[in-house]
């Protein structure tokens, strides 16, 4: 809701694509139930700002599930 992705790209987003100094979020991937991860719609990595409502949201979930798994 806070970031205007797609909700395949927002299955697949991973920790590693969140940078929360530089408060951005690099959409690199999609996930689909009929093809599995895979590339973006557009086949294009985008860069997404983060607010700071969702950085709270982000940090909050980094520090509850953060080390458990590799996806947020």
């Known amino acids: 809701l806070m970031t205007g ?8 987003l991973k920790w590693q ?3 929360l100094e530089g408060r951005a979020i690099h959409v690199v991937e999609q996930w689909t ?3 599995g991860f895979g590339p ?5 990595t985008r860069v997404i700002p983060i607010s700071d409502d969702l950085l709270l949201l ?3 979930l ?3 599930e ?7």
Request: net charge positive.
């Open 5 to 12: 992705m797609r909700s395949g790209e927002l299955y697949a």
């Open 17 to 19: 694509n969140v940078d």
């Open 33 to 35: 139930s009929k093809c």
């Open 40 to 44: 973006t719609k557009t086949r294009r």
């Open 58 to 60: 982000l940090k909050e």
């Open 62 to 64: 980094k520090l509850r």
């Open 66 to 72: 953060g080390a458990k798994s590799e996806f947020v």
